[in-house]
């Protein structure tokens, strides 16, 4: 899921969201939000759907299978 990892971190990026204010704001932990951006986790359905929200994109996108 590497194209997740580099959406998530470049979407928090352009919102100027750390990684503990993201974790904090989707009810998970700053060392998950670390482990997704850096590949070495994958986010459950439930977190998708809540990083889609907050970003206002879709979860195909997160995942890749959307450019928009």
Avoid: H, N
Avoid at 37 to 42: A, G, L
Avoid at 44 to 50: E, F, G, Q, S
Avoid at 63 to 68: D, F, S
């Amino acid at each position: 899921m590497e194209v997740f990892a580099k959406r998530l971190k470049e979407l928090r990026m352009e919102k100027g969201v750390s990684q503990a204010d993201l974790a904090k704001a989707i009810g998970s932990s700053y060392s998950i939000v670390c482990y997704w951006e850096t590949d070495r986790s994958e986010p459950t359905a439930p977190y998708l759907v809540k990083l889609a929200d907050l970003f206002g994109v879709s979860v195909d996108y997160l995942l890749g299978r959307a450019e928009y």
